[in-house]
């Protein structure tokens, strides 16, 4: 053997092993990539598609027909849109109304059973949702609340509370007490030492929970369909009633509309939830 | 207690929960004074500060500020301000927010504020500082931001929480020194918490030392320093020697008898001596003499000897300072000259330097500390 060739075998090997390294983790990561933009990706061709069949890969049209469609005065995806956001927007100050006050007292006093209290606001999520609902819109039909704006916001809370709720109380306890005694100490009152000091202190955290309670009324579907349908019509309602009727289009096109504040308030999230509020969360 | 006195604590007992941390505390403090009260973590001091600004309420007990009494009153209805050991400011608003907060509050206008504002900078060294947020400002300047926020609204009284625990060695010097300066000038009553010593002595009209809860005792600084009350007092103001020795006493006089560790001595001291028995020596390591063995003594029976051997000596700056092991103990002596390691010596500690008090059974015998910031007693109250 000459000199050359010995010494360009090892080499190979080397690149073999280079390919066993990386192809799983090649594959891996393309997978994952698929499962998380697969789906988006086929949503948007939908969203842009005018005739697309089986066994077809690709749309046969491209056209924007059936974004006229959704924004037609018929086609009832403003008026959704609207009901979906000033639902979400009562949602958000209901939930606070709630949650300021409540994680304020979680935080501060020294509440026997504290761990129990917090956890009483996840028992809406921790019971499955249907049973829970339909018991809800029974009760509602009763006192006339189904079919309500109110009604629905009423659910919306107290599926968002718990958000609300342990945000809020992480966001005060990060609040250091002796920040407030100082301005007790000079003079202000309790509620007038909490606006000056405490609020404005414990605003990013309280932020970070509307938007969350937000996307929650935003994304909400169950509740929304046993105590609103069909006299209240949010953003889900439709997509789902486009999706379950095959109009693929108008269910893509409607998911876009839902993903925009969705994906925009991820971003403020992020700017507003620092971590040192994060890792009070639950404590 | 006086009757003259501005604000008045009677009988202050308070606690967590089942703890108590304050009992039966009496203060009575004058208009314009400046009073420390000292002690180890733990003591209470800094209960006994926030239940005088409100902060807790106590389980017994009353604080009257004049002739009103205070003890139920919410903090912003005392006439108090405090500065915090963490200073407390408020992160969201600027330095001059910070200062102009209590004005505020009180209605003051927007002019008249600026202007108290812009006094407050110029007494405390801070212009061209009053735009920016507590983040951007050095601890120095942070410390003077919180004085100034509780010395702008003019209160009654100001409350001091370890205000200079947080500053370099250094700047604490000065510091101490100024705002005992402002105090005198402003002729605001303020109480001091600290833990520093020396820190109490330079600034405080009268010192409350704190043990336990419990006074220990009260008095001028140079009265605590040369006159401990009790053994506790004597270790907490730098007497940390320790001997053991057995005397008899009557009146004014103790007669110590002669030991392996000691020579005889007869003794006159300026105040009452404690009972005859086992008693407790304490010195500081300053003010003795200290001589080889085999020296002859000029004269004795008016000052303990103790009999010990050098183990090692060390400068510190001033004086050489000698750890002399006297039988299970050692003490720390400081002398003009060095002897070298394994001399025998004599200590003599004259009876100015000396504090005698009863032996009590809690305080372990024989084990006085080696080190000036180790004692024996602050460890066991901070464990």
Known sequence: MSAPSASLAPRRDLELSNLIWWLPRAAILGGLAFVIFGPLVNMLIWTVAERWYFPHTLPLDYGFSYWGRVFAPRGNAVQSLVASISIAFFTVAGSL????PAGY????????????????????????????????????????????????????????????????????SAVDRDLELAARNLGASGLKAFVDVTLPLAAPGLMASAIFVFLESLDEFTGSYFVG??????????????????????????????????????????????????????? | MSADAYLNLQKISAGYGRTQVLQDIDLAIG??????????????????????????????????????????????????????????????????????YGLRLKGWRREAIATRVAEMEALLGLGGLSGRK????????????????????????????????????????TVRH???????????????????????????????????????????PEAIYTRPASAFVAAFMGAENVVHLDGACSGHRVDIAPGPLNKAASLTLDRPAPPSGKLEARFRSERLQLRRLAAPSSDTGTAIELIGRVEAVVYPGGEWRHTVRIGESSVLVDGPEALPPDTDVIVRVPTTSLFLFAASAALPIGSPSAADDRSPVRDRLTA
């Open chain 1, 97 to 100: 109304a709630l949650a300021i």
């Open chain 2, 178 to 220: 100024e705002i005992r300066a402002l105090q005198q000038r402003l002729g605001i009553t303020t109480i001091h918490v600290t833990h520093d010593r020396e820190e109490a002595m330079v600034m405080a009209d009268r010192i409350v030392i704190l043990d336990k809860g419990r006074i220990a005792q009260l008095g001028t």
């Open chain 2, 31 to 100: 208009k314009g004074e400046f009073v420390a009260l000292l002690g180890a973590s733990g003591c209470g001091k800094t209960t006994l500060l926030r239940t005088i600004a409100g902060f807790a309420l106590p389980s017994a007990g009353s604080v009257r500020v004049g002739d009103r009494d205070v003890t139920r009153l919410p903090p912003d209805k005392r006439g108090m301000a405090m500065v915090f050991q963490s200073y407390a400011l408020w992160p969201h608003m600027t330095a001059a927010r910070n200062i102009g």
């Open chain 1, 229 to 283: 349908a069909p006299d209240v019509t949010t953003l889900p309602l439709l997509l789902y009633s486009a999706g379950s009727g095959g109009n693929y289009q108008i269910a893509s096109i409607t998911a876009l509309l839902l993903l925009v504040p969705s994906i925009a308030f991820m971003l403020v999230v992020e700017k507003f939830l620092r971590a040192d509020v994060l890792a009070k969360v639950g404590q």
């Open chain 2, 134 to 173: 507590p983040s951007e400002l050095s601890g120095g300047q942070r410390q003077r931001v919180a004085l100034g926020r509780a010395l702008a609204v003019d209160p009654d009284i100001l409350l001091l929480d370890e205000p200079l625990s947080n500053l370099d060695a250094r700047i604490r010097l």
């Open chain 1, 105 to 172: 007292a979680l935080a501060r006093l020294k509440l026997p059973l504290r761990g129990l209290i917090l956890l009483a606001f996840l028992l809406p999520q921790a019971f499955p949702n249907l049973p829970v609902y339909v018991n809800i819109a029974r009760l509602f039909y009763e006192i006339r609340l189904n079919g309500t704006v109110l009604g629905v916001v009423l659910v919306h809370v107290t599926h968002g509370l718990v958000y609300a709720v342990w945000i809020a109380a992480a966001a005060f």
